[in-house]
Nanobody, 112 residues
């Protein structure tokens, strides 16, 4: 069972940046798929970005050009660099390690 822990959330002004980190333990597979989701209060959890061990990435249209997902395979870490943040990016951000390991979430609040 993979255990996942996120960090790096916080309060940021519009136009600002944050970098989220996700640390996984108990990883045994050599190839993995990892991703970031987000969920606003009362809403559904939506995929933000996904990456595999080979470095192939995919992004939600709403974050393309602003967010960058990356991975350090040797350390079993996944990152989400978020730039030019807007109010609409406010949410709890969750890290997922496929197939079904989730972190507890980290709050990102964009507010002036």
């Amino acid at each position: 069972q993979v255990h996942v822990v996120e960090s790096g959330g916080g309060l940021v002004q519009p136009g600002g940046s944050l970098k989220l980190s996700c640390a996984a333990s108990g990883v045994s597979a050599r190839t993995n798929i990892m991703g970031w989701y987000r969920q606003v209060s009362g809403g559904e959890r939506e995929l933000v970005a996904v990456i595999n061990t080979a470095g192939t990435t995919n992004y939600a249209d709403s974050v393309k050009g602003r967010f960058t997902i990356s991975t350090d395979n040797a350390k079993n870490m996944v990152y989400l660099q978020m730039n030019n943040l807007s109010f609409e990016d406010t949410a709890v951000y969750y890290c997922k390690w496929w197939p079904d390991s989730w972190g507890q979430g980290t709050q990102v609040t964009v507010s002036s």
